[in-house]
């Protein structure tokens, strides 16, 4: 069982910058591969971006290509996004996921453990 808790949103003007954490009970973190989702009023959850166990390999959503980091902690068992040159369209809620999966995954499907959303919202 894993528990995720994320912090870090807030309000930015855009162009701004902010880094979200997800903290992880458990001592099972480091097995399992992370993942950012958003959700914007309206719209499906979409991927963000993921990592694996090792930190060693990252995957992002061409939306956020170049923008926005994910890494990872183990020995804080945290991950981040840090996320720069915000847009208004990346307004939404943010959540952090855990997979056992050993690879890199974007399915919202193959994650088993969510957080509870923290809200960025960027003004124009």
């Known amino acids: 069982q894993v528990q995720l808790v994320e912090s870090g949103g807030g309000l930015v003007q855009a162009g701004g910058s902010l880094r979200l954490s997800c903290a992880a009970s458990?001592?099972?973190?480091?097995?399992?591969?992370m993942g950012w989702f958003r959700q914007a009023p309206g719209k499906e959850r979409e991927f963000v971006a993921a990592v694996s166990r090792s930190g060693v390999i990252t995957y992002y959503a061409d939306s956020v290509k170049g923008r926005f980091t994910i890494s990872r902690d183990n020995a804080k068992n945290t991950v981040y996004l840090q996320m720069n040159s915000l847009k208004p369209e990346d307004t939404a809620v943010y959540y952090c996921?855990?997979?056992?999966?050993?690879?890199?995954?974007?399915?919202?499907?193959?994650?088993?453990?969510w957080g509870q959303g923290t809200q960025v919202t960027v003004s124009s």
């Open positions: 996921a855990a997979t056992p999966s050993p690879g890199i995954v974007r399915r919202t499907i193959e994650y088993d453990y």
């Open positions: 458990g001592r099972t973190f480091s097995s399992n591969a």
